[in-house]
């Protein structure tokens, strides 16, 4: 057994390290979204399946000694494509649906490796049961997980903050190797004497029919799409970083642990009672009404919810789990919804709906799925056919939960006047007419995030408002410009083009902006391009890609308003975006940096890559004032500057110095950690 365990642990331990090495080093070159994870997800669930469906062709269709050449072969095949760095090659600025370039990429660095990784434990849970005849395999599967855990857990506490990026794919190359050799030396050891006979004799064992089939299909698609749902939600709420991947694919895992465990830790009764109230507080959460608590507790929140959603979907797949004849068909049937539910999150849902419907979708499966078990075990049905205390007491949670969840659906798009969507997150534009002609404005809306207002009367579109207006941070930037001198600015995030209201005639302002969907609606359905008085352009693309490929800008002012959601993307706060930023500003020009958000605080961030960069920096805070007629919102805004002279201008006056913790650890391409600035 040990030469297995070593194995199947060994394999699921890389398997689930090399998820967040991988997508790490690639998030940035594809904008730096929660999108980029939800479609790396999609490309290790499809390997898993097609691992899966290798390991059980191979099994069934050629013979035990075959079996280990074949795979001999093939392991061979994947050392050479060592070690899994990325080409730069595969690196772009385009802002258009980038779905297919990450999946080429992925296959072409990890795809072998991953693929032979994946099949490890079917195939060597089969080859278990070839050398000891009517064995259960089913621990390996537990051991498995295990390992999965372990790889998960070590990443973001020993291996992201201590190796850089070039060294973790060197480091996991070697690990493949070590992997290699020990699955060859446990296939080749494992190889039966004599005819194979997987049961005893005279053993009758009942094949899965089709239900069997479909509910596992189903149990694992639900599963999966419960756990992209929610990372997406949280990651674009705070930060696409590896930290908020692993924590609920983490949980994820560890349910399959406690489910497949020999003992069982899954108990029906105790987890449909849990079920519900998990279900209950995701749908409330993701309301577009609902009151949301700190950050801290939205993630206990969800992650204990999606826990609990998953130990119900993932128990019921243990208690349905054939003998150990099907195992092959089993774990094929098992990827198949694991793959099905992020196709479905990772690139159907962003193509073909216009709005975030997946989620509410995913809850009411979870639901619905509920329903099936009990009713298939014959736990919801007396016997004169009449429904039993369990059955109504599930179709009453049921209908309501249902109910709540078509007015989630339907307030998400509710007096909006569009509604659009693509793989940058989605978009809405809702108008509010005031009491007055005057006082009506329009708004524009990433995911639940306000990304900028104007008034819709002709004499006040010019107007700003919101996160700009002139007691802000930009404003105190651009109320320092000194008069008749025709300024150069450039914009990272582009909005409603709002900062376009600040533009004088000789101005030249330069947006940049990733999604083309944003370009698009702040032409058609907002003022502030049409109507400024500089030359505008806006160049789409991953505003940081874009500057490295341009000559000097001569930047009198930049700013960095680059928001998916409520998170900013992380490559873009690094002490290599801001010396890249520093080369495109002229001698005296400002960096200005936007950071307002609910639940994290990025001022230690900007501090310790001002400190080291040698920036002056200062601190631009303001509370909302609550006046209707001016529409600003509380803000902050970091403002830098190579010459701390020109933070001596009396608009200044109330920036304040930054302060500069001596502990924090400075946020570069390689490392970065959002633990301990969650507010």
């Known amino acids: ?4 365990a070593a194995t199947v642990f060994l394999s699921a331990f890389l398997l689930f390290q090399v998820q967040p090495v991988i997508a790490k080093a690639i998030l940035p070159w594809f904008g730096g979204t929660a999108a980029v994870w939800a479609t790396c997800m999609v490309f290790f669930q499809v390997t898993l399946l097609a691992g899966y469906l290798y390991a059980h062709a191979l099994v069934t269709s050629a013979g035990a000694r075959r079996q280990r050449f074949i795979h001999a072969g093939l392991l061979a095949a994947a050392a050479l494509a060592l070690p899994i760095t990325p080409s730069v090659r595969w690196k772009t600025a385009v802002g258009a649906n980038p779905s297919v370039r990450i999946l080429l990429v992925l296959a072409l660095t990890v795809g072998l490796p991953y693929l032979l990784l994946s099949t490890t434990g079917p195939l060597l849970q089969a080859w278990y049961t070839q050398q000891k005849p009517g064995a259960v395999p089913y621990r390996l599967f537990a051991l498995s997980n295990a390992g999965s855990l372990l790889g998960l857990l070590s990443y973001p506490a020993v291996v992201e903050p201590y190796l850089p990026l070039g060294t973790q794919s060197w480091v996991w190359s070697a690990g493949f190797l070590v992997f290699a050799a020990l699955c060859l030396f446990t296939g080749w050891r494992s ?15 009942n094949p899965p029919g089709p239900s069997d089939y479909a509910l596992w299909i189903l149990l694992a698609m639900c599963a999966s799409m419960l756990l992209l749902t929610v990372t997406q939600h949280l990651a674009g709420d705070v930060a696409s970083i590896p930290f908020l ?3 609920p694919l983490t949980l994820y895992l560890l349910s399959f642990i406690l489910c497949f465990d020999a003992d069982g830790w899954y108990h029906r009764g105790f987890f449909l009672a849990l ?3 998990a279900l209950g507080a995701m749908s409330y959460l993701i309301w577009t009404e609902s009151e949301k608590p700190g950050m801290k507790w939205l993630i206990a929140i969800f992650c204990a919810a999606l826990f609990a959603a998953c130990m119900f979907c993932h128990g019921e797949l243990a208690r349905t789990k054939p003998h150990p004849r099907f195992l092959t068909i089993y774990f094929l049937m098992v990827s198949t919804g694991g793959a099905l539910g992020g196709i479905f999150v990772g690139l159907i849902a962003p193509n073909w709906f216009n709005a975030q419907y997946e989620f509410p979708i995913a809850l009411a499966l979870c639901a619905l799925l509920s329903i ?9 049905v007396l016997v004169d056919g009449l429904l039993g205390w369990r059955g109504i007491a599930l179709m009453v949670l049921v209908a309501g939960l249902s109910g709540f969840l078509v007015r989630v659906v339907r307030d998400t798009v509710a007096g909006t006047m569009v509604v659009a969507r693509n793989f940058y997150g989605e978009l809405k534009v809702r108008q509010y007419n005031g009491v007055y002609d005057w006082d009506g404005y ?7 995030i306000n990304h900028g207002e104007e008034w819709t009367h002709p004499a006040r579109r010019k107007l700003v408002s919101t996160y700009y207006c002139e007691d802000s941070g930009i404003g105190m930037v651009m109320a320092a410009r000194a008069l008749g001198d025709p300024q150069r600015v450039g914009i990272i995030g582009l909005g409603t083009g709002t900062l376009a209201g600040y533009a004088r005639p000789g101005d030249a302002y330069r947006f940049y902006d990733i999604n083309p969907l944003v370009q698009q609606i702040a032409n058609r359905d907002f003022w502030h391009l049409k109507s400024a008085e500089a030359q505008v352009e806006v160049v789409l693309g991953d505003a940081r890609l874009s500057l490295e490929q341009e000559e000097n800008q001569h930047f009198d002012t930049l700013v960095v308003d680059a928001f998916s959601g409520d998170a900013i993307p992380v490559h873009l706060l690094t002490r290599e975006a801001l010396k890249l930023y520093s080369k495109h500003l002229n001698a005296g020009g400002i960096l200005a940096i936007h950071i307002s958000n609910r639940y994290i605080d990025l001022k230690p961030v900007l501090a310790a890559a001002g400190r080291e960069l040698g920036y002056a920096v200062r601190l631009a805070e303001t509370e909302d004032d609550g006046d209707k007629n001016r529409n600003c919102f509380g803000t902050t805004w970091v403002l830098m500057a190579l010459d701390e002279g020109r933070f001596d201008r009396p608009e200044f006056q109330r920036a304040i110095r930054m302060k500069v913790d001596p502990g924090f650890r400075l946020w570069t391409d390689d490392y970065s950690s959002i633990l301990g600035l969650l507010r």
């Open 1 to 4: 057994m040990v030469p297995f």
């Open 191 to 205: 190889l039966p004497r004599g005819d194979l006979q997987s049961d005893a004799p005279g053993e009758e064992v």
């Open 245 to 247: 991947w692993v924590l």
């Open 275 to 277: 079920l519900f109230p």
């Open 372 to 380: 099936w078990v009990l009713v298939r075990d014959g736990e919801a």
């Open 442 to 448: 329009r708004v524009l809306i990433h995911g639940t």
